[in-house]
C-alpha cells in the first residue's frame, strides 16, 4: 500500500497448491488424475504414473509452502486432500509475488486469489 | 501450470456460510419475524408489542407523554432486537460484549434521532429521520473518537440487508414481476453505459490500468462498494485500486444522500419517479435508502425495483463475465504458457447478494397468503396489518440504524487520498450515470414510475 493511499478494504491474498489439476486448473501437461478417474480399468503403469505426478506436486507445494513462510510468518494453512491452501491478510499479495519469483518460484506452480472485505462497516 | 489470477476461491463458503456470513443471518432473521407475525396472526395476535411509533408533534411538552407510552414497546424491541442481533454477531465471530453495548448505544440514539425527526420544525425543512440520522452520525463520527466497543454495534451492511429482506413483505410478488423487467431494462441501460464510460475515460483518457478502470466502473455502475469489492476481487485489482474505488463510491454516495433527493423534491417529481431515480443513480443500498426514505412509499417501492431487483442480484453476472474477460484479454500476455485458468460459472452464485433471496421469498410467502385469504377480505387485511404492517413498522427501526451507522462510520479523513485522474474518471462516469437516470426515470418512463409508486405500495 503506498504512503498517499489509505486502505479502505482488506485484502485477503489466497494461494492454492494443488496436488491435483482440478477442473479449472489448466496446464499443458495434462494430470494423469483426469483420465484415470474417468477410467473403469487401470493399469499399474497408469497407477504408477500418477503416483509420479502426485509426488512431483506435493514436493512442488511444500517448496512454495516453504517460501511463502519465509516471506511472512502469519498465514492461515489448511491442508486439504487435493492441495495446500494459505491466506493472509497481513501481506499484499502485490508484495508476495516479487519475493516469490526473488526465490525462483515461478507463476505457474500456484494459484493467487485476492479476496476483498469493507475495512469498516460501512456502505 | 499456469498463474490463476481471477477468483473462483473455494477455500471457504460452503454449508458454513450457512451461519457465518451475514447475508444468510439477514435472510433468517427477516424471514423469522415474518414467519414470526404469521403464527401470531393465524392465533389472532400481532406483533404490535415489538413495534413503536413515535406520533409527529408541534410542541415539545407532549413527548414525555409519547415516550411513556411508547416506552414497554421500546422496551421490548430493544430486547428483541438485541438479542437476535447478539446471537447473530457472536455466532459470526465478534465479541458479544462489545457488540451489546454498542448496539445499546445505537438503539438510544435510534430513539433519539426518531424523536427529533418527528418534531414538525424538523420535517418542514426535510429533517426526517433517515437525514436526522445520516446528519447525527455524520457529525459525531467524523468529530469524536468513536470507542472500539461502540464500532462493534455498527453493522451498516446487516442492518440494511435486514431492512431489505423486511421489505418484502411489503412488495408485492405481482409487481415484482410486472415492473420487475422495465426496472432491470432501465438498470442495465444505464449500468453499462456508466461502466463503459468509466473504463473507456480510465483506459483511454487517463491510461489506468485496466483491472482498475474496471473496479471504478462496477463501483460506478453496479451496486457501489459491494461492487468494487466483488470485481476487484475477479479481476485481481491492487489493494491501492480497490481502496481508490471505495472510496469513491463513499464520496459520491454521499453527496447523492442529499442532492438527489433535494432536486427531486425541487423538481417536483412524484414519488415514484424519486424512487427510480434514486434507485438508478446512488452508488450504495444503504445510501439509497436513506435517501428514499425522504418521501413516501412509493418511492422505497420504485428504487427497490430499480436497485435490488434492476441492478443487485447482477453483481455475480458481471463478476464472471469481467473475470473472464481479465483472463481472456487483459493477461493474455503475461500468462507463461499461453494457458490460463478460466472462471467458473460458480462466480456468479459466489457473488450473489444472498439477502436478495430472502426478500425474495418475503414478498413471495406474504402475496401467496394474501391470495389464498382473498384480496380484499377481511383475512387478506389482517395479514396486510400484522405482517406487512409490522414488518414495515421494524424495517424503518432497522433502517434508522443503518442510517446512524453510515455517518458514524463515514469518516472522510480516513478515505483514500484518491488521486485526480481516478477522481475525474469516476466523476465522468457519475455525470453520464445521472443524466441518463434522469432522462430515463423523468421524461421516457415518468408516467409508468409514477403509477408504479402510485398504486404498488402493499
Same mark, same amino acid.
Given at each position: 500500500?503506498?504512503?498517499?493511499?489509505?486502505?479502505?478494504?482488506?485484502?485477503?491474498?489466497?494461494?492454492?497448491?494443488?496436488?491435483?489439476?482440478?477442473?479449472?486448473?489448466?496446464?499443458?501437461?495434462?494430470?494423469?488424475?483426469?483420465?484415470?478417474?474417468?477410467?473403469?480399468?487401470?493399469?499399474?503403469?497408469?497407477?504408477?504414473?500418477?503416483?509420479?505426478?502426485?509426488?512431483?506436486?506435493?514436493?512442488?507445494?511444500?517448496?512454495?509452502?516453504?517460501?511463502?513462510?519465509?516471506?511472512?510468518?502469519?498465514?492461515?494453512?489448511?491442508?486439504?486432500?487435493?492441495?495446500?491452501?494459505?491466506?493472509?491478510?497481513?501481506?499484499?499479495?502485490?508484495?508476495?509475488?516479487?519475493?516469490?519469483?526473488?526465490?525462483?518460484?515461478?507463476?505457474?506452480?500456484?494459484?493467487?486469489?485476492?479476496?476483498?472485505?469493507?475495512?469498516?462497516?460501512?456502505? | 501450470?499456469?498463474?490463476?489470477? @481471477?477468483?473462483?476461491?473455494? @477455500?471457504?463458503?460452503?454449508?458454513?456460510?450457512?451461519?457465518?456470513?451475514?447475508?444468510?443471518?439477514?435472510?433468517?432473521?427477516?424471514?423469522?419475524?415474518?414467519?414470526?407475525?404469521?403464527?401470531?396472526?393465524?392465533?389472532?395476535?400481532?406483533?404490535? !408489542?415489538?413495534?413503536?411509533?413515535?406520533?409527529?408533534?408541534?410542541?415539545?411538552?407532549?413527548?414525555?407523554?409519547?415516550?411513556?407510552?411508547?416506552?414497554?414497546?421500546?422496551?421490548?424491541?430493544?430486547?428483541? !432486537?438485541?438479542?437476535?442481533?447478539?446471537?447473530?454477531?457472536?455466532?459470526?465471530?465478534?465479541?458479544?460484549?462489545?457488540?451489546?453495548?454498542?448496539?445499546?448505544?445505537?438503539?438510544?440514539?435510534?430513539?433519539?434521532?426518531?424523536?427529533?425527526?418527528?418534531?414538525?420544525?424538523?420535517?418542514?425543512?426535510?429533517?426526517?429521520?433517515?437525514?436526522?440520522?445520516?446528519?447525527?452520525?455524520?457529525?459525531?463520527?467524523?468529530?469524536?473518537?468513536?470507542?472500539?466497543?461502540?464500532?462493534?454495534?455498527?453493522?451498516?451492511?446487516?442492518?440494511?440487508?435486514?431492512?431489505?429482506?423486511? !421489505?418484502?413483505?411489503?412488495?408485492?410478488?405481482?409487481? /415484482?414481476?410486472?415492473?420487475?423487467?422495465?426496472?432491470?431494462?432501465?438498470?442495465?441501460?444505464?449500468?453499462?453505459?456508466?461502466?463503459?464510460?468509466?473504463?473507456?475515460?480510465?483506459?483511454?483518457?487517463?491510461?489506468?490500468?485496466?483491472?482498475?478502470?474496471?473496479?471504478?466502473?462496477?463501483?460506478?455502475? /453496479?451496486?457501489?462498494?459491494?461492487?468494487?469489492?466483488?470485481?476487484?476481487?475477479?479481476?485481481?485489482?491492487?489493494?491501492?485500486?480497490?481502496?481508490?474505488?471505495?472510496?469513491?463510491?463513499?464520496?459520491?454516495?454521499?453527496?447523492?444522500?442529499?442532492?438527489?433527493?433535494?432536486?427531486?423534491?425541487?423538481?417536483?417529481?412524484?414519488?415514484?419517479?424519486?424512487?427510480?431515480?434514486?434507485?438508478?443513480?446512488?452508488?450504495?443500498?444503504?445510501?439509497?435508502?436513506?435517501?428514499?426514505?425522504?418521501?413516501?412509499?412509493?418511492?422505497?417501492?420504485?428504487?427497490?425495483?430499480?436497485?435490488?431487483?434492476?441492478?443487485?442480484?447482477?453483481?455475480?453476472?458481471?463478476?464472471? /463475465?469481467?473475470?473472464?474477460?481479465?483472463?481472456?484479454?487483459?493477461?493474455?500476455?503475461?500468462?507463461?504458457?499461453?494457458?490460463?485458468?478460466?472462471?467458473?460459472?460458480?462466480?456468479?452464485?459466489?457473488?450473489?447478494?444472498?439477502?436478495?433471496?430472502?426478500?425474495?421469498?418475503?414478498? /413471495?410467502?406474504?402475496?401467496?397468503?394474501?391470495?389464498?385469504?382473498?384480496?380484499?377480505?377481511?383475512?387478506? %387485511?389482517?395479514?396486510?396489518?400484522?405482517?406487512?404492517?409490522?414488518?414495515?413498522?421494524?424495517?424503518?427501526?432497522?433502517?434508522?440504524?443503518?442510517?446512524?451507522?453510515?455517518?458514524? %462510520?463515514?469518516?472522510?479523513?480516513?478515505?483514500?487520498? %484518491?488521486?485526480?485522474?481516478?477522481?475525474?474518471?469516476? %466523476?465522468?462516469?457519475?455525470?453520464?450515470?445521472?443524466?441518463?437516470?434522469?432522462?430515463?426515470?423523468?421524461?421516457?418512463?415518468?408516467?409508468?414510475?409514477?403509477?408504479?409508486?402510485?398504486?404498488?405500495?402493499?
Amino acid at each position: 500500500m503506498s504512503e498517499q493511499v489509505k486502505p479502505t478494504c482488506i485484502q485477503t491474498a489466497c494461494f492454492s497448491l494443488p496436488f491435483y489439476e482440478a477442473g479449472e486448473w489448466r496446464v499443458k501437461e495434462k494430470s494423469p488424475w483426469k483420465h484415470l478417474k474417468k477410467t473403469e480399468y487401470y493399469s499399474a503403469e497408469e497407477v504408477r504414473d500418477l503416483v509420479t505426478y502426485l509426488d512431483r506436486n506435493v514436493q512442488s507445494a511444500l517448496e512454495v509452502m516453504n517460501a511463502l513462510l519465509e516471506i511472512h510468518d502469519d498465514w492461515q494453512i489448511t491442508l486439504k486432500k487435493d492441495g495446500i491452501w494459505m491466506e493472509t491478510e497481513t501481506m499484499m499479495y502485490e508484495d508476495i509475488l516479487p519475493e516469490l519469483d526473488k526465490r525462483g518460484i515461478a507463476k505457474e506452480r500456484y494459484i493467487m486469489y485476492s479476496e476483498y472485505t469493507r475495512k469498516w462497516g460501512m456502505i | 501450470m499456469a498463474e490463476a489470477s @481471477n477468483n473462483t476461491k473455494t @477455500n471457504g463458503g460452503g454449508l458454513k456460510s450457512l451461519y457465518l456470513k451475514e447475508d444468510w443471518w439477514a435472510v433468517w432473521i427477516g424471514l423469522g419475524i415474518i414467519v414470526i407475525a404469521f403464527i401470531a396472526n393465524a392465533m389472532g395476535g400481532n406483533l404490535k !408489542m415489538f413495534t413503536p411509533s413515535i406520533a409527529g408533534f408541534d410542541d415539545w411538552s407532549t413527548v414525555p407523554a409519547d415516550l411513556a407510552a411508547q416506552a414497554p414497546k421500546l422496551i421490548a424491541l430493544y430486547i428483541a !432486537m438485541l438479542i437476535i442481533f447478539t446471537i447473530a454477531s457472536t455466532i459470526m465471530g465478534r465479541k458479544p460484549g462489545h457488540f451489546v453495548a454498542g448496539f445499546t448505544l445505537l438503539f438510544v440514539m435510534a430513539v433519539i434521532v426518531q424523536i427529533l425527526g418527528s418534531w414538525s420544525a424538523a420535517k418542514a425543512v426535510n429533517l426526517e429521520a433517515p437525514v436526522m440520522a445520516l446528519i447525527v452520525g455524520m457529525i459525531i463520527g467524523n468529530f469524536v473518537k468513536i470507542p472500539e466497543w461502540f464500532e462493534a454495534g455498527m453493522r451498516t451492511e446487516f442492518y440494511v440487508k435486514t431492512g431489505i429482506v423486511l !421489505m418484502g413483505a411489503t412488495l408485492p410478488f405481482t409487481l /415484482i414481476i410486472e415492473s420487475g423487467p422495465v426496472a432491470f431494462a432501465q438498470a442495465t441501460v444505464i449500468a453499462v453505459s456508466t461502466f463503459l464510460t468509466i473504463y473507456w475515460v480510465g483506459t483511454r483518457a487517463f491510461k489506468l490500468e485496466k483491472p482498475f478502470a474496471a473496479t471504478l466502473g462496477a463501483g460506478g455502475s /453496479i451496486c457501489g462498494v459491494s461492487a468494487s469489492i466483488a470485481i476487484g476481487s475477479s479481476v485481481n485489482a491492487k489493494k491501492d485500486h480497490v481502496s481508490v474505488s471505495i472510496s469513491m463510491v463513499v464520496i459520491w454516495a454521499t453527496i447523492m444522500v442529499f442532492l438527489l433527493p433535494f432536486v427531486c423534491k425541487a423538481m417536483g417529481y412524484s414519488d415514484g419517479v424519486a424512487g427510480a431515480l434514486i434507485g438508478t443513480s446512488e452508488f450504495a443500498d444503504a445510501a439509497g435508502v436513506a435517501a428514499a426514505g425522504q418521501f413516501g412509499d412509493g418511492a422505497m417501492t420504485t428504487f427497490t425495483l430499480m436497485k435490488v431487483v434492476g441492478r443487485d442480484i447482477f453483481v455475480g453476472v458481471w463478476a464472471f /463475465i469481467l473475470a473472464l474477460i481479465s483472463v481472456t484479454s487483459w493477461e493474455k500476455d503475461t500468462a507463461a504458457d499461453g494457458t490460463r485458468q478460466k472462471p467458473s460459472a460458480g462466480v456468479i452464485w459466489e457473488r450473489f447478494p444472498k439477502f436478495v433471496l430472502g426478500f425474495f421469498v418475503a414478498s /413471495i410467502i406474504v402475496t401467496l397468503a394474501i391470495m389464498a385469504a382473498g384480496t380484499g377480505t377481511e383475512a387478506a %387485511t389482517a395479514i396486510d396489518d400484522n405482517v406487512s404492517g409490522a414488518a414495515k413498522n421494524l424495517r424503518t427501526w432497522v433502517f434508522v440504524l443503518c442510517f446512524l451507522c453510515i455517518g458514524l %462510520t463515514t469518516r472522510f479523513k480516513e478515505l483514500a487520498a %484518491t488521486g485526480w485522474k481516478p477522481f475525474a474518471t469516476f %466523476t465522468i462516469g457519475v455525470a453520464v450515470n445521472v443524466v441518463l437516470g434522469f432522462i430515463m426515470s423523468t421524461i421516457i418512463l415518468n408516467d409508468y414510475w409514477t403509477a408504479v409508486g402510485n398504486h404498488g405500495v402493499a
